[in-house]
């Protein structure tokens, strides 16, 4: 069983920074994909950004060019840093690794 903690949201003004951190514990596999979704009221999960265990990352056409993530596996770490934030990226956003998910980190962006 793999347990993730996620840390790092918050409320930020538009046009701010934030960065998300997840970190595995437990019976973690090094080749499994870890990454980011999110769900905001009312809509479904979707993929923010993810990266597998060759380096190879996949982003949302909304994530491009403003959110970055990374992996630490020596930490059994994802990363995911935010910048130029918008009213429109508030939700929840939960960390997954292989099938295994977090329990969520709010992200609220003011106006």
């Known amino acids: 069983q793999v347990q993730l903690a996620e840390s790092g949201g918050g409320l930020v003004q538009a046009g701010g920074s934030l960065s998300l951190s997840c970190a595995a514990s437990g019976s973690v596999i090094r080749a499994n994909a870890m990454g980011w979704y999110r769900q905001a009221p009312g809509k479904q999960r979707t993929l923010v950004a993810a990266a597998t265990s060759t380096g190879t990352t996949n982003y949302a056409a909304f994530a491009r060019g403003r959110f970055t993530i990374s992996r630490d596996d020596d930490r059994n770490t994802v990363y995911l840093q935010m910048n130029n934030l918008k009213p429109e990226d508030t939700a929840v956003y939960y960390c997954?690794?292989?099938?295994?998910w977090g329990q969520g980190t709010q992200v609220t962006v003011s106006s």
């Open positions: 997954f690794r292989g099938n295994d």
